[in-house]
Structures are given as C-alpha cells and as structure tokens.
C-alpha cells in the first residue's frame, strides 16, 4: 500500500472519529476541543494531498481562530448543551 | 458508552475497507504523480519568459488567487470586509474608559510564552506574505497566522491591556480600511493609465499585447510578481486588522454591552 494513502486513510479515521465525539459530546468546550483535533488531521490531509497554500490558511483558523471565537461565544452563553 | 464504541468501530472498519478498496482498484490514481492539461497550463504561463503571456509570480497558486481568477479573489476579500463591518456595527460601542495593565490572571508561564510568541508570530507572518508570490503562503495565510498572536494577547492579558497598548476596535477597523483601500487603488491604476496614456484594464498585472502597462516584476533583484506582490502585503493588512477587531469586540466583557444597550433603550 502507498505510504501516503496509508497516512491518509489514518488521518481521515480520526478526523471522524473526533468529528463524531465533537457532535455527540454534550460539554461543549470538550466539544471545541474534539473539533480542533480533527481539524488537525485534516490539515495533515490537506498537507499529503499537496495543498501546502490551504494548509497554511487552515491551521491558524480551524485551530486558532475558530475555537477562540468559540470559546468567547461559549463563555458569554452556558458551557453545557441543553436536553433536546 | 456501548454504543459509541459500536459508531467508532463502524467507523474505523469502514475507513479500512474503503482504504483497501481504492488502493486495490487504484481509484484515486497515483497521488500528486500526474499533473492534469490545465494544471500544465497554469504552471507554463505563471513565469512565462516572455513577460505578456506571464503573471510575473513564481507560486502557481497564489498566481491563480490574485491573478488568473483575481476577481473571485476581491469579491472574497469584500464579503470579509463586510462580515467585520457586520460584527463591528452589532457590537457598536465607546472607547472604553477603563485601563487595564499587563498583569493577568494566568501564571507567569502562558505571559512568558505569549510575550515570546509575538516577534516569531509577526516575523513569520511577514515572511509568508512578502514571499507570497516565490513560496506557498500569501496575503490571508499570514493574516489569520497574525491573528492569532492577536487573539491570544487578548486571551491571557484581557481587552483592557489592549487598550492600554493603545489598540482598540476602532483604530484596527481604521487599519482594515486603508489596506482595503489600497487594495482597491492597485487594481484601479491600469484604468488611470488608460485614461491619461495607453490602453490598460482593470485589475490587470503584467503587459499585454495591446497594453504597455505593468507592475514591476522584480523591487530590489527579488522576484516580486508585480499587483501580486503588492496585493498579498495589502491583504495581509486587511484581514490581520480585520481578524483582531473581530476579536476585540468579541472579547469586551458583557455587562459592557448590557449598559450600553440598556442606555440606548431608555434614549428610546
């Protein structure tokens, strides 16, 4: 098997499985967290793929900019998501 | 828990058979191994010898984003600019009277490594948007890289320290506008030219073959891509501003905002 299919068949795994924990997770900085670890392996994706221009513009919003504003958003509402 | 467990298994299982499945049927080709007929073209005609046919860039992509496709690119930077404008008019509000300092309640460790983070952060945002046109990066990577310094000061010293920095929303918004503004002057130039000398159009970079207009390619031997060069540094202006005065609003305590409305409402 191809050494960057096999990393990107990894990095895609857990991008979803984070994915996953950041839609179910109730505590919602929890979920924050989960959502910019998956990021991450996405940005590892981008990366494999040959896409170093969006590498550079996703990892400074999806895991700086996106949870901070978050994070704010959070801290000015409840930090637990409601019953359904 | 049970069932999570199922959902990551699934999850996990699925990935493998359709990982194996690509692989033994090479469905997705080699990867980054062959290059398509417009991908070809894109990279001839980016740093063309004959400078006509070239867009004086040596980064393909960023060749494409202010250059090949330069008007999608100015339409994105607009619903940025007005995305902040939006965020700014929402959270309309006085400069803030109260001044705070450099003394935060986290521990000398994360203010240590803030502080440090500041110069490498700037350094290597500019690197990224002055070699926009040799090297992967441009004008919005390196604003949003920017941003985050901006954000974590806000984060670890509070909005007020910013303000004694003598930083506010106001005065970033003011900073977006002039590399807005810039952006537009560059991509209006060629219609100046064409209106008091030769013939030239809008937002254009290099000679054409009915125009003599062109940005330079070359400021001081270093390959500089001409517009592209000038608009990856206006950009990265624009959004690094854009970005932190979104930050700043979003950052004001909100009892702030709660008198402030409060007083609008007894006004009305």
């Known amino acids: 098997m191809d050494i960057t299919v096999l990393f990107l068949a990894i990095m895609g795994t857990i991008g979803l499985v984070f994915a996953y924990f950041a839609v179910t997770e109730r505590a919602l900085v929890k979920a924050i967290i989960y959502s910019a670890v998956q990021s991450m392996a996405f940005a590892v994706m981008l990366y494999l793929l040959r896409a170093p221009d969006i590498v550079l513009v996703y990892i400074p919003v999806s895991v700086g900019l996106y949870p901070a504003a978050l994070f704010f958003l959070v801290g000015k509402t409840e930090s637990e998501e409601g019953e359904p | ?268």
């Not at chain 2, 060749?63 to 404008?85: C, N, Q, S």
């Not at chain 2, 604003?143 to 007020?160: D, E, K, M, R, T």
């Open chain 2, 1 to 268: 828990m049970n069932k999570k467990l199922i959902v990551i298994t699934s999850i996990v299982v699925f990935s493998f058979i359709l990982a194996v499945y690509t692989n033994l049927t090479e469905s997705l080709g080699p990867l980054g191994l062959d290059t398509r007929f417009l991908g070809k073209l894109y990279v001839y005609f980016t740093n063309h010898e004959d400078l006509r046919l070239s867009t004086a860039s040596l980064e393909p992509v960023t060749a494409i984003v202010w250059d090949f496709r330069g008007l999608d690119t100015l339409y994105e930077t607009t619903v940025f600019a007005m995305a902040i404008i939006a965020i700014y008019s929402l959270f309309r509000i006085d400069s803030l009277e109260e001044k705070g300092s450099l003394n935060s309640s986290f521990t000398i460790i994360p203010r240590l490594v803030t502080k440090i983070l500041l110069p490498i952060n700037i350094a290597i945002a500019s690197t990224i948007a002055f070699h926009g046109s040799i090297s992967p990066g441009g004008g919005f990577q390196a604003g949003s890289i920017l941003a985050v310094v901006g954000v974590l000061f806000v984060v670890i010293f509070s909005y007020y320290a910013l303000n004694a920095k003598s930083i506010n929303p106001h005065r970033t918004l003011l900073f977006m506008s002039l590399g807005l503004i810039a952006i537009v002057v560059v991509t209006l130039i060629p219609l100046a030219f064409d209106v008091f000398f030769d013939n030239a159009y809008l937002i254009q970079n290099q000679p054409k073959l009915d125009s003599a207009f062109g940005y330079p390619k070359r400021v001081g031997g270093l390959v500089f891509g001409g517009s592209i060069g000038l608009f990856n540094i206006f950009e990265f202006i624009a959004v690094s501003f854009g970005f932190l005065t979104a930050f700043a609003l979003l950052s004001i305590p909100e009892h702030v905002f709660k008198e402030k409305l409060r007083g609008e409402e007894s006004l009305e």
